[in-house]
């Protein structure tokens, strides 16, 4: 009994950890899967075939780029756009403020059929044909308003006493945003950007409005592709951006604790 | 305008008021340049507003502002050779503390910013900190690179904004010394925002007494204490008695006679009378007064309190007429009175302060230091 009250909080952590993960373990996993036929739900044998040659379905990597595309010019796009959109919001007070605020706040709370419906209806009245540009402007929309927030956030939990201090030590605005307010309000704008570019990556309901054939996004190819079985390839893309983004944190934190330990010694 | 010397701060009717209030109203003062000086007063009183005037972080409504024989009204907080310590320090955390004091001086180019930085930071103690960051220091430490980030540039002027005001008691005495003996060693006129008295008293030269946007009262501390101009520097400098009284005759030998409500005739400095004035207040200090005691003026009463504080023990003395004063006896060894004690208070003559009893006893008393 003791033992089960001194270590529940870590046992607990644990079973919540296994829930989030074990998906992807079995996403893994079944990328080593040779299966019989189209369906890769059961295991079969061991093979890198699927790694080794990860284009080898049809269309598969065609829709990978259009994802990676999509998703950094959106993100890139948003996250300028959406961080001075912040800077207005978080630091001036304008007729309309609060009308923006809202607007801002609108394609968050929107159920992503009605906003991708209502986009698609607009497109067609305007006579635009839809395509990547048509999935750009829609992606960009909706990542603006992340972007916006996170900054927004950001930007408030910041002194500005600091940018006051900056002025009274000889820096003139400019100056002063690129060596104070600019460094301090970054690490929420990169935490923007990356939102911004999982929420592009994954989007489906959105885009399979505003798409036409010629523009598959990832996303729209394995929902294709799971009405005839899921080829093994997706498993492989997918662990790679599991993987990935794994990475990319792990290596955020060791940047950021060596950082650290520079100040401390 | 040969009043001035060549690096003297000069407000001249200056105003501020924002869209609800007037923070400043009218003030014209000159700092010399070298002093230590302090701006007294309640939360509210303006003196932050004058401060942020004189960064440059407000503009003025009306007046002007001058360091030397420059006009620096008009000119951006950039473009103003002063510096500030800020209440809250405003160190930049994403900096190291090496970068933070170098900040004003690669600024302006100073191609000798590493040593001159670390020569401020040995100034305060804190040069093996120079690679550390912001967070990792001690509030008394931060301050003392606050410090050093101001002073590395040699402003004109250094305001300090309530910069002791987050410190525990202990390291506020030792940071009060620090202080005057760094603006002593590097000569720089100090403007020294505060609302504890004690702290203004015992660091500045001169003290400007704020109180709703005026300055009620600018002096050094002996006068402010010794001889308040109003009854709100008397309340807001340490405690004060102040006894109704009417002017009886005219003074003979430098001494006047005043009568109180109860009839006893109290003898007074003549120079002390405010002239022209007949209902006055006379003011005395707790300390200087004595139970018992053979002081010229002697007045009855009853113990109703006594609180012993180590050093001293501070009566409360009711007198016939129910009004209650303070008296403040040290721990000379003479014993502690009772409550409900009856004796004597006493004072000498000319150990007084008189002022116009058309103000307000109670002004600037009921404010404590927050």
């Keep these: 009994m003791t033992w089960i009250r001194r270590h529940l909080v870590i046992v607990i952590g644990l079973l919540v950890m296994a829930y989030i993960l074990l998906p992807n373990l079995v996403v893994l996993a079944y990328s080593f899967n040779k299966p019989n036929g189209r369906l890769n739900i059961t295991w079969q044998q061991f093979s890198l075939d699927a790694w080794l040659h990860p284009c080898n379905s049809p269309g598969i990597c065609t829709s990978v780029g259009l994802s990676l595309k999509i998703g950094i010019i959106a993100s890139l796009t948003a996250t300028v756009l959406g961080t001075l959109v912040a800077f207005a919001l978080g630091r001036h007070r304008f007729r309309g403020r609060a009308g923006t605020n809202l607007l801002i706040f609108m394609p968050m709370a929107t159920p992503e059929v009605v906003m991708g419906s209502s986009l698609l209806t607009l497109f067609i009245a305007l006579g635009v044909g839809t395509g990547q540009t048509t999935i750009l402007i829609a992606h960009i929309m909706f990542c603006l308003s992340f972007v916006v927030v996170t900054v927004k956030a950001r930007i408030a939990s910041l002194d500005p006493r600091l940018e006051e201090a900056a002025a009274d030590l000889y820096a003139n605005p400019l100056q002063a945003f690129r060596r104070v307010t600019f460094p301090l309000v970054a690490p929420g704008i990169a935490a923007g950007a990356m939102l911004a570019f999982s929420l592009s990556f994954d989007d489906y309901i959105i885009t399979n409005f505003n798409a036409s054939p010629s523009s598959v996004t990832f996303p729209m190819y394995i929902w294709g592709a799971a009405q005839r079985g899921v080829p093994v390839q997706v498993n492989v893309i997918g662990s790679i951006m599991f993987l990935g983004a794994v990475a990319f944190v792990a290596f955020g934190q060791v940047l950021a604790s060596r950082r650290e330990r520079a100040g401390t010694a | ?370």
Aim: hydrophobic fraction near 40%.
């Design chain 2, 1 to 370: 305008m040969a009043d001035h010397g060549p690096g003297d701060l000069r407000l001249t009717e200056v105003t501020k008021s924002f869209e609800r209030f007037t923070a400043v109203d009218d003030i014209s003062l000159t700092i010399p340049q070298g002093s230590f000086f302090a701006l007294l007063g309640p939360s509210g009183c303006g003196k932050t507003t004058t401060l942020r005037m004189v960064a440059g972080l407000e503009q003025p409504t009306r007046g002007s502002i001058h360091i030397g024989d420059v006009d620096v009204t008009a000119l951006k907080p950039y473009q103003r050779n002063v510096n500030t310590v800020f209440q809250s320090y405003a160190l930049f955390p994403h900096l190291n503390i090496i970068d933070n004091v170098a900040f004003g001086l690669r600024q302006r180019k100073d191609a000798d910013w590493k040593r001159k930085a670390q020569e401020a930071l040995d100034l305060v103690e804190l040069g093996h900190t120079a690679r550390k960051r912001p967070p990792q220091l001690s509030g008394g430490m931060q301050q003392r690179v606050a410090l050093a980030r101001a002073l590395v540039n040699r402003p004109d002027v250094l305001l300090l904004d309530e910069p002791l005001g987050a410190l525990d008691l202990k390291l506020r005495r030792q940071m009060q010394i620090e202080l005057k003996r760094i603006q002593s060693e590097v000569g720089l006129t100090f403007i020294h925002v505060t609302h504890d008295q004690e702290e203004a008293m015992t660091m500045a030269d001169t003290i400007a007494v704020m109180n709703a946007g005026r300055i009620e009262q600018l002096a050094d501390p002996t006068t402010l204490y010794e001889k308040p101009a109003s009854t709100f520097v008397a309340n807001f400098l340490g405690q004060s008695n102040l006894l109704p009284a009417q002017v009886a005759g005219d003074p003979t030998d430098g001494l006047a006679t005043v009568r109180t409500q109860d009839g006893d005739d109290l003898v007074v400095a003549a120079e002390h009378l405010p002239a022209g004035i007949r209902e006055v207040w006379v003011g005395v200090r707790p300390e200087k007064l004595r139970l018992g005691g053979d002081g010229r003026n002697q007045l009855r009463g009853v113990v109703t309190d006594a609180s012993f504080t180590g050093v001293a023990t501070q009566y409360l003395v009711r007198l016939p007429w129910d009004k209650e004063v303070v008296v403040v006896q040290q721990n000379d060894g003479s014993g502690k009175l009772p409550v409900g004690e009856n004796v004597t208070v006493s004072w000498e003559a000319g150990q007084e302060f008189i002022l116009d009893q058309r103000q307000d006893a109670d002004a600037g008393a009921e404010i404590d230091d927050e």
